[in-house]
């Protein structure tokens, strides 16, 4: 199902009435594989019950790049491209037309830190991601928008998968 509530938001929506919505079936075909449906790329969501070695830490932080490349992948295939949101997704990453950049630790959200068991965990992932940003090729593309943006989360994630 698919849904758009860009014209909403909760700040003028009362709690006190009823809100209808009308769903229309998302018929966009799964080109993309994996889906960003699937299970496998949705693993680093779950909230670990005690703390991960590095290693641990470090594979949320891929499969968390999976989703994402899965995700834009789905939208480019959607044929919606000029009002996408990835505001509901927590991510240590800007998405920008022109290409994607890491967030300074302070601003990542809280709710991406909260996705690893403590502060620690989640600082080791975004230390990661930062080599990966450093360390990677820098390659230019001649397109922008979705495609820039899928394009530079498989070179990051490439570039992670061969740090040790």
């Known amino acids: 199902m698919k849904g758009d509530f860009s014209q909403f938001n909760s700040a003028h929506l ?6 209808f919505l ?4 998302d018929k966009t075909p799964l080109r993309e594989q994996p889906s960003k449906f699937d299970s496998v790329v949705n693993l680093w969501r779950n909230i670990p019950t005690s703390a991960e070695n590095d290693q641990e830490v470090k594979a949320r932080a891929l499969n968390f790049l999976d989703y994402s490349i899965a995700y834009f992948q789905h939208i480019s295939n959607s044929g919606v491209h000029s009002d996408y949101k990835i505001d ?5 990453i800007t998405y920008a037309q022109n290409g994607i950049v890491l967030k300074q630790w302070e601003d990542v959200p809280v709710s991406w830190k909260e996705l690893f068991y403590n502060e620690e965990n989640a600082l080791v992932a975004y230390k990661y991601l930062m080599d990966g940003f450093k360390y990677g090729e820098k390659e230019k593309y001649s397109v922008s928008g979705l495609l820039l943006i899928t394009f530079y989360l498989k070179n ?3 570039s992670l998968s061969t740090l040790k």
């Open 14 to 19: 009362p709690n006190t009435e009823r809100l």
């Open 22 to 25: 009308n769903f229309e079936l």
């Open 88 to 92: 509901g997704v927590e991510s240590p």
């Open 156 to 158: 990051l994630r490439n």
